[in-house]
């Protein structure tokens, strides 16, 4: 965590709040790398992705995901990722669970998860009748004026749109 991404946030932070933020890296002793662990008496399915993990919780209904955000743009690298996120998600449904909890969001339902559905089905429909970046953006921020994270819709673009 002393360089990369993590360094560059706690720089960041240290900087904007004139050195009262808390710099301190705790010393890393465990990685978990198994699938699947019981921690307290709960039995967790681990899925590890490139930069971020899902944790389920089956015996609550409950998965722990990096980011849903039902009324929150994503970072969609493009239509092969949309469809592998609307898969995710289909298996959530599947799996029965009932609350989504992330990184970056509220605690969420099964009917965000719809919702969420619907507008990564609608980003690779306004992306294939777009011209260019500006115009999918002009698009998305139409139909989701109400959506926050103008800066995710930017990076998306950006993948939808090779420059």
Known sequence: MK????????TGFETAFGGTFAKEYHEITDILKDNQVNIGGFKLDIT????????EFPQIGCVYTHMLGHDCHSIVAGEAQANAIIEQLKGYKAQGYNLVLSSHYTPETLKDVDTKIAYLEELKVLANVSHNIDDFKDKVKAKYPEYSGLNYLDMTAGFFFKV
């Open 3 to 10: 360089e990369g991404t993590i360094n560059g946030l706690v």
């Open 48 to 55: 590890y992705h490139d930069e971020n993990i899902e944790i």
